[in-house]
């Protein structure tokens, strides 16, 4: 479906939408520091959309995640998250071209917006969004390493799992609005992953049977054909053993065969 859309839409499609999202966060993030601008003004408050401003059912995007008052250690790492989205944003850009990446972007968008409006006096956040591009970088590159604190490098797929178990967490015990905002990311995550998750889980079930039957095959290439039930000689330990099976049905080597009739 997405490729027929390409076809006729992707003339639509935002070059560098990461880096776009990512400046204008930078540039409202600045004025509201020098005291120029109130950020609330552009923040999604469903309430207020329906009274008529519209424009902030699109703005939000832009809202940095920290507008207040940071610490040296706090603005390198609110630097460290955007410069972490453009990379990701970016990398998926590289792989599936401008148009699905603008999908994916727009897709999270609406859902987060849609579901903002079934608790229309609360703020909603695009922070659930951004979130949505970090699992499906991690997914897409799972041994890709981030290094903690710029010193312990872990491979990004253990953080994605730690991300989904705190969405699990937020789901379980936050508000409303923390719960459709999860459900948003995870959706727009399934929309687009949906297919490749069942195909991996496919291609793992087919390893694992081919594993098995080598295995198997493993087994029972190293099992003795010959085994004396008197010593416990096989064919395999004492290749150069001439074994006989007696009246009785049973294996003897030539040592134990001793009057047994062969």
């Given at each position: 479906?997405?490729?027929?859309?390409?076809?006729?839409?992707?003339?639509?499609?935002?070059?560098?939408?990461?880096?776009?999202?990512?400046?204008?966060?930078?540039?409202?993030?600045?004025?509201?520091?020098?005291?120029?601008f109130k950020v609330e003004l552009m923040a999604l408050l469903p309430g207020l959309v329906l009274q008529g401003e519209i424009w902030r059912a699109f703005t939000y995007l832009f809202v940095p995640p920290v507008t207040?008052?940071?610490?040296?250690?706090?603005?390198?790492?609110?630097?460290?998250g955007w410069y972490m989205f453009f990379l990701m944003g970016r990398s998926l850009e590289d792989h599936w071209g401008d148009f699905r990446y603008n999908a994916f972007i727009f897709t999270g968008w609406l859902l987060?917006?849609?579901?903002?409006?079934?608790?229309?006096?609360?703020?909603?956040?695009?922070?659930?969004?951004?979130?949505?591009?970090?699992?499906?970088?991690?997914?897409?590159?799972?041994?890709?390493?981030?290094?903690?604190?710029?010193?312990?490098?872990?491979?990004?797929?253990?953080?994605?799992?730690?991300?989904?178990?705190?969405?699990?967490?937020?789901?379980?015990?936050?508000?409303?609005?923390?719960?459709?905002?999860?459900?948003?990311?995870?959706?727009?995550?399934?929309?687009?992953?949906?297919?490749?998750?069942?195909?991996?889980?496919?291609?793992?079930?087919?390893?694992?049977?081919?594993?098995?039957?080598?295995?198997?095959?493993?087994?029972?290439?190293?099992?003795?054909?010959?085994?004396?039930?008197?010593?416990?000689?096989?064919?395999?330990?004492?290749?150069?053993?001439?074994?006989?099976?007696?009246?009785?049905?049973?294996?003897?080597?030539?040592?134990?065969?001793?009057?047994?009739?062969?």
């Amino acid at each position: 479906m997405l490729h027929k859309l390409e076809r006729h839409l992707g003339w639509m499609a935002v070059p560098n939408l990461s880096l776009c999202l990512v400046a204008g966060q930078v540039v409202v993030f600045t004025v509201a520091m020098l005291g120029q601008f109130k950020v609330e003004l552009m923040a999604l408050l469903p309430g207020l959309v329906l009274q008529g401003e519209i424009w902030r059912a699109f703005t939000y995007l832009f809202v940095p995640p920290v507008t207040g008052q940071l610490s040296a250690l706090g603005a390198l790492f609110l630097a460290f998250g955007w410069y972490m989205f453009f990379l990701m944003g970016r990398s998926l850009e590289d792989h599936w071209g401008d148009f699905r990446y603008n999908a994916f972007i727009f897709t999270g968008w609406l859902l987060t917006t849609a579901v903002a409006f079934l608790t229309p006096g609360q703020y909603a956040t695009n922070a659930f969004l951004a979130g949505s591009v970090f699992l499906a970088f991690a997914f897409l590159n799972p041994d890709f390493e981030i290094y903690i604190f710029f010193i312990l490098p872990v491979k990004i797929k253990w953080l994605a799992l730690i991300t989904w178990i705190l969405y699990g967490v937020t789901f379980a015990l936050g508000g409303w609005t923390s719960r459709l905002a999860v459900l948003a990311a995870v959706g727009n995550f399934l929309i687009f992953f949906t297919r490749d998750i069942v195909e991996r889980v496919r291609t793992g079930r087919r390893h694992m049977q081919q594993q098995a039957r080598r295995t198997a095959m493993r087994e029972a290439e190293n099992e003795a054909r010959h085994r004396c039930v008197v010593c416990g000689k096989t064919d395999l330990t004492h290749p150069m053993e001439d074994f006989r099976y007696g009246d009785d049905d049973q294996c003897y080597c030539s040592e134990h065969r001793g009057g047994k009739k062969t």
